[in-house]
């Protein structure tokens, strides 16, 4: 209960947004294009893209860690579903990346009092090997508790970070709760700790570890990291209190190689006008390898694909609507980076990508361009009767676009509710049941007419003559 009093207080707490909503009320009222608002509400109510998109990646697939033989499948299934749907130009674009498989995994009280911990390593840990390490817990209170720490105090140790997380609905707390995972292994090996074990980055209590990526910088040498369920992390602190030596032994076995492949999967609805930079939206394919990735990003993929089907259906847009399916974005944007090395100099009309779950959308922000501006209002008026508020006209976001944004490409952002997301984020939970059909449906409808009116039109088809 009181969790949920906490969370309710952060909501009533995190509302700039009202602000800008009655700021953007003083500027004249947009017209809706009819046309758009009726593809908005049909998704609304009908559609049915996403749920399969959705549904099949993660019961015919399942798993899709990056680079990995699943991620392979993935792609395969992503041809052929986007083709079978009637997209043009399906493909792959290949790329080459370092593998990491995660192994057995176990975590054990020695002394004083003996008892099995659920964690899980995190993306591209060190290896225990199969004998696993046994060492005394040294315990931090965060990041920077350990970074101020003597190398004395931490060497030959298991390092244990905890944290604060909190749930939000914009899901700010990951950026600054999400260090202990980022930067705690690479400043626990420089100062020659044995091993680490963090906190799960996460804002649930369920016995379900959060695993996520983390890379050894700086030179440091990969030492064993893994990441302990909330739960867990709790018994670990009372266990800690009273105050005698707490030794744990510790087993993550994983295995890295370096060159394996990964690839974006790409799909276009192609445009009337085939000079005019396409609109870019999509997803990543990957996933962790717990769950069946299913919020994270299975949904977002499908609901972008879904409204862009939607827009096909319809007729012809202006310009060409471009999907892509990221490939590992989990183990560190090698898809973003790859579209971005290989397209950045083309230019794009404009970049979006749905990537924070299935949750209802609440707020579009934009960043179209002083000159486009009126654009981004139209975005607004559009999405309002969505129960979606305007935010920033001069802010977009996205991990595999970012680096298209970072370049110039204009951008287009719709916030999610991320007050549960980081319950289930990167665990074994990530499963199919947690996405709201209802809330997915918005999710499309939002973002169909996001591409209805940023690819400038739709046309029906033009009868072609029949045949005998
Ligand atoms: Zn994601």
């Known amino acids: 209960m009181n969790r949920h009093i906490i969370t309710a207080f952060f ?24 046309r758009v608002a009726a593809l908005r509400d049909n998704a ?65 009280i020695i002394s004083p009092f003996p008892q099995k911990l659920a964690l899980a390593a995190l993306g591209y840990s060190g290896s225990t090997g199969p004998a696993g390490v046994t060492g005394e817990i040294v315990y931090f209170d965060s990041v920077d508790a350990l970074r101020a720490a003597s ?56 016995r379900n570890p959060h695993t996520g990526v983390q890379y050894f910088t700086d030179g440091a040498t990969p030492i064993p990291a893994g990441a302990l369920t909330v739960p867990d992390s709790e018994q670990l602190i009372r266990i800690l209190k009273r105050g005698k030596p707490v030794t744990m032994h510790l087993t993550l076995v994983s295995q890295r190689s370096e060159g394996a492949q990964s690839g974006n999967v790409i799909a276009e609805v192609p445009g009337r006008d085939p000079s005019l930079p396409p609109v870019l939206v ?16 299975a949904a977002g993929l499908a609901i972008a694909t879904a409204a862009a089907k939607r827009i096909m259906d319809a007729g012809r847009p ?24 290989r397209h950045g100099a083309e230019p794009h009309y404009a970049a979006a990508e749905s990537d924070f779950g299935a949750g209802r959308i609440w707020k ?37 676009i970012e680096p298209l944004l970072n370049a110039g490409v204009p951008g287009v952002g719709l916030s999610q509710d991320g007050t549960y997301y980081f319950d289930v984020h990167h665990t074994p939970d990530d ?38």
């Open 151 to 206: 190398d004395s105090a931490v060497k030959g140790k298991i390092v244990f970070i905890d944290h604060h997380m909190m749930p939000a609905q914009d899901g700010s707390g990951y950026g600054q709760f999400g260090a202990p995972r980022r930067q705690g292994p690479t400043i626990a090996s420089k100062k020659g700790a044995l091993a680490i074990v963090i906190r799960s980055i996460g804002t649930d209590h369920h």
């Open 11 to 34: 909501l009533a707490s995190s509302t700039p947004a009202l602000s800008q909503q009655s700021t953007a009320s003083l500027a004249p009222p947009v017209l809706v294009d009819p």
């Open 44 to 108: 609304l109510e009908n559609d049915h893209y996403a749920w399969d998109v959705v549904e099949g990646l993660t019961t015919e697939v399942g798993q899709r860690l990056a680079a990995t033989d699943a991620e392979a499948r993935a792609r395969e299934w992503g041809v052929a579903k986007l083709k079978a749907m009637g997209f043009s130009n399906v493909h792959i674009e290949p790329f080459t990346m370092p593998v990491w498989t995660r192994g057995a995994e176990s975590a054990e």
């Open 282 to 297: 999509g997803g990543h394919l990957d996933s962790w390898d717990l769950g069946t990735g299913a919020i994270d990003d």
């Open 364 to 400: 579009v922000n934009s960043k179209l361009g002083k000159a486009r501006e009126a654009e981004g209002r139209m975005l607004q008026a559009a999405l309002a009767p969505l129960g979606i508020v305007p935010g920033s006209l001069d802010d977009a976001d996205g991990s595999d």
């Open 431 to 468: 499963t199919l049941d947690k996405i709201d059909p209802v809330q997915l449906r918005q999710n499309v409808a939002a973002w169909t007419a996001v591409l209805a009116t940023l690819s400038g039109g739709i046309e029906p088809e033009p009868k072609r003559p029949r045949r005998r």
């Open 318 to 341: 202006l310009r060409t609507i471009r999907i892509v399916w990221f490939g590992s974005e989990e183990l560190g944007l090698f898809g973003g980076l790859d579209y971005q090395k």
